[in-house]
Every structure is written in C-alpha cells, then in structure tokens.
C-alpha cells in the first residue's frame, strides 16, 4: 500500500469513523433527515461520506457533539483526527473535509 | 421528507382522489360505471356503487367526499412550496470545506438555555441566519411572579453567549416576546 489511490474509500471511511468516535463527548451519527455514509460490496459505513475526484479525497463527517463543545473547536478536531487517519493510511491527500454537526446531546 | 418521499405520496394522493371521485359519480348515478373506467377490470370494481341501497349509498357519498378532501389537503401540503430557507446554517468555511449544522440544533441550544433561566416556564424559538449575524427570535412564557425586565434581559445575554460560543458565529439580533402564564398553570416545560 505505497501509492494512496490503492486504499478503498470504504476502508477510510471505517478507519476515520473509529478515529472521530473516539473524540471525547462526540458520537458519528448517519444523519438526522438522511441517511450519509459511504458505500461499498456489501458493506456500508454511516456517518462518514468519502470520495474521490481526480485523485483528491474528500471527506464529510457527520457527528453529534455533546454541549460543551465549542462547535468550531470540534469541527477543528474532527478533521485533524480525519487528516491524520488519512495520512497513516497512505490514502492521498485531503482536498476537503466537510464537518455536519447533527445534534448537540450529551453522549 | 426526500423529493422521492414526496413524489410517491403526491401520486398515492392522486390515485386515493380520482377513485374517490369516481366512487362518488358513480354513487350518484352522474356516470355508468362503463363511462369512467379505463378498462373491465375497473368498470368491475364501480358497477356494485351503482346499484347501492340509500342508506349505504348515502354513507358511500359522505366517505368519498371525505377522502376526496384528505387526499386534496394531502396534494395540497405536499405540492406547496416550503421556503423556511435552508435547515442547514454554515458555521464555518475555509479551504478545508464546511461546518454546518441543523437549524434545530441552534433552536435546541436557544431553548435550553431559556428553560434554564429563572422564571421562564416555556420557550419557543426562531433562528434566522443574515448578513450581519444570526438573528434569534424567542418566545417565553414567563412565570407571573417573576420580574419580566431582569428575566428578559437574562436571557438575552444568555442566548447570546451561549450561541456564539457554541456555534461560533456571531448573534446580531436577540428578539424576546413574552407572555406570562395563567397562575394556575405553574409547571415548567421546554
């Protein structure tokens, strides 16, 4: 796995969902009024939309954040967890990462 | 509600309408059975309308009209143009994409700060997102012996800060009306 196009979106989008889960006061939900999740055989990860255009991933993170976080902090961590998943999968740059918060509860 | 949602309900609506419709011409002896239906099967399922006792054929008319109006209200919310403006608010965006979250989630964060005020039994609110800021519209039902300026003027600043620390975004506009509730009427609701 050198080259990063090698690694399925699928892959990334389990390996970032268990990487933004384990955010403290932050639960991945599939969405409050649709369903968002990334497809692949058989499988389906909720909560975590990746694609690919013209070898650029990008990311939408879709969460549920407790009330004490200060939204944009949140959203800063999110993708910080998301780049640094990306990166150790080797999977490419991100060109963008889109972060839905979906419901402020306590988790 | 998705545009496949609300097509498919559209075209039940319309299917459950132009059968009531024709149950109820039939009913009324306007039309034979072999004027309306497009084909036997159908001219088989009307000709029993037709030959309907009175007592039966009026408790006929009156469900056919009554579906017929259901099924015209049901056309009628789903063809409607809805323009509360996107349910989505942008907190943020930059290079890196965008932080969005649900209107609801503002109203929520605006309503609980509101049942955690002193004095205030119920809230409802609005959140409107404009040029200079969001823009928080509240109602309260306050308790009648609290005193209405200090509570009012509390949770102005408590929306305030509670939503531009949360959201991150800056509130331009924080609308309070009140009304104070019935004395009888003590419980606290959000």
């Known amino acids: ?84 998943v990306v990166e150790q999968l080797g999977a490419g740059p991100i060109s963008r990462c889109d972060v839905t918060i979906e419901d402020l509860q306590e988790t | 509600m998705n545009l496949f949602n609300r097509l498919l309900i559209i075209l039940a609506s319309l299917i459950i309408l132009v059968s009531a419709a024709m149950v109820l011409l039939v009913t009324l002896g306007a039309f034979a059975p072999a004027d309306l239906a497009p084909s036997a099967w159908f001219q088989d399922r009307l000709t029993p309308y037709a030959h309907l006792d009175s007592t039966t054929s009026n408790w006929t008319v009156g469900i056919s009209i009554a579906v017929i109006v259901a099924s015209l209200l049901l056309l009628g919310l789903e063809l409607w143009p809805r323009s509360s403006g996107p349910r989505r608010l942008v907190i943020k965006q930059d290079g890196l994409g965008q932080v969005t979250m649900t209107r609801d989630s503002i109203r929520d964060i605006v309503n609980w700060e509101a049942s955690q005020t002193e004095g205030v039994m119920e809230a409802q609110s609005r959140v409107a997102d404009e040029s200079d800021g969001l823009r928080i519209f509240c109602r309260v039902t306050l308790d009648p012996e609290a005193d209405a300026p200090e509570v009012t003027q509390t949770l102005q600043e408590r929306i305030k800060n509670s939503v531009e620390h949360h959201v991150g975004r800056h509130v331009s506009h924080v609308a309070i009306d009140t009304q104070v509730a019935p004395l009888a009427n003590h419980r606290r609701v959000r």
Do not use: C
């Not at chain 1, 390996?15 to 055989?41: E, Q, S």
């Open chain 1, 1 to 84: 796995m050198t080259k990063g196009v090698s690694v399925e979106p699928l892959a990334i989008a389990k390996a970032v969902r268990l990487a933004v889960a384990a955010i403290d006061g932050v639960v991945v939900t599939r969405g409050r009024f649709a369903f968002f999740g990334t497809y692949g055989p058989g499988e389906v990860v909720p909560g975590v939309v990746v694609s690919r255009e013209r070898n650029q991933l990008t990311l939408d993170v879709h969460v549920i954040a407790a009330p004490s976080w200060s939204l944009p902090e949140l959203a800063k961590e999110v993708r910080r967890v998301a780049r640094q």
